[in-house]
């Protein structure tokens, strides 16, 4: 189990959740981040090259089967990694009993019923639902299609039009939705507006450590800003 949530920790600290490819329409090296299906994926492969057994597994986003994850054993126990949610995940699910995470002031909780397990946001002061799923191991096949067929309809994307881009950094959580920059400090999470181009760039060149150029680039063809 340490070995996993050290895992964990270090894949949102290197491997961004991010929009891109959708917004472009282009590929690039999954070490460089992307959606729920590329950082499953990556995970998926570095977990393969250590031995360790891993099931790809599907959740349903308001009714359409889209979120991506994995399924694995640990110690005789069933767990779901899901690092593609772009909100930081980052302990392993409990199959078995329903759970309650706090994360950089974040809070998710989970209920399981029967065969099923949904994953609760909190919202302000209620919690509403991220997705739900069975507990029962999938196709792998039927997975695997499905993931190379997920540009074929992106308008099943809620972000398909709004620049998306998280990580974890120096033990704090950022991510940017649009125009509004999330943060934690200190157990709390926070939010600003991001405007000036200047800062937008900084943001990407000196924070997240990523291509600033590619990020002007995704952000011209979003609403959000007037680059």
């Known amino acids: 189990m340490n070995q996993i949530i050290q895992i964990l920790k270090q894949d949102y600290e290197t491997v961004p959740f991010h929009n891109f490819r959708i917004i472009l329409k282009k590929d690039m090296e999954l070490k460089y981040g992307g959606t729920c299906s590329d950082r499953t994926l990556y995970l998926k492969q570095k977990l393969d090259a250590l031995g360790i057994e891993t099931f790809l597994h599907s959740a349903r986003i308001k009714g359409k089967e889209i979120h991506r994850m994995l399924k694995i054993e ?3 126990e069933f767990y779901f990694l899901d690092v593609g949610l772009g909100w930081s995940l ?3 699910i409990s199959l078995k009993q329903n759970m309650k995470y706090n994360f950089f ?3 998710f909780k989970t209920e399981i019923n029967k065969n099923e397990i949904t994953l609760y946001k909190k919202n302000k002061n209620n919690y509403t639902v991220s997705y739900n799923t069975t507990v029962e191991t999938q196709n792998q096949e039927k997975i695997e299609q499905q993931i190379n067929n997920r540009f074929e309809n ?15 950094i120096d033990n704090e959580f950022y991510f940017l939705k649009g125009n509004v920059l999330g943060y934690s400090e200190n157990n709390e999470f926070k939010s600003k507006i991001i405007e000036k181009k200047d800062e937008f760039i900084s943001l990407f060149k000196n924070k997240f450590k990523f291509n600033p ?7 011209k063809k979003t609403k959000m800003f007037k680059f």
């Open 154 to 168: 992106i308008e099943f994307y809620p972000f398909k039009d709004s620049i998306r881009f998280s990580k974890v």
């Open 105 to 107: 002031g974040l809070h």
């Open 213 to 219: 150029d590619l990020a002007i680039e995704v952000a």
């Open 74 to 76: 640990i110690n005789n």
């Open 90 to 92: 980052m302990l392993p």
